[in-house]
């Protein structure tokens, strides 16, 4: 997943420099992978993880880590109590009851 992630932001880079070339600096990128699978996120999330030598040339690779959000990694409880969008969408993703989750998602429209 770093080395996609590490394409996507190279792409997006690349685009930018092509539709901007009066800009001498590229914008930076805040990398996210949101995981909402049933398995364990184990995949690394430091790119020097991937390099088999990564101290070798250490200043010349790539340094970078993206941050992940594991929908599996919070508890229904959790998710509740944050009570944002996101939150909620987690909730419909993870758990089947979606009477709940209506009432939940339209309280919170409610709130704001």
């Known amino acids: ?5 590490l394409h996507y932001m190279s792409s997006i880079w690349l685009d930018y420099a092509e539709n901007h ?15 909402s699978g049933d398995e ?9 993880d991937l390099l088999e030598k990564p101290d070798l040339f250490e200043q ?3 340094q970078f880590k993206y941050f992940k959000i594991a929908a599996n990694e919070y508890s229904q ?3 509740l ?18 009477e709940p989750l209506k009432d939940e998602l339209l309280n919170l429209f409610d709130k704001k």
């Not at 364990?40 to 020097?48: G, P, V």
């Open 1 to 5: 997943m770093a080395l996609r992630v």
């Open 21 to 35: 070339a009066s800009n001498a600096k590229l914008p930076p990128i805040f990398p996210i992978v949101l995981y």
């Open 40 to 48: 364990r996120w184990t995949a690394a999330t430091n790119f020097s």
């Open 60 to 62: 010349y690779a790539p």
């Open 77 to 79: 409880i959790q998710l």
């Open 81 to 98: 109590k944050l009570s944002n969008v996101v939150s909620m969408l987690f909730l419909a993703e993870t758990h089947q009851h979606i």
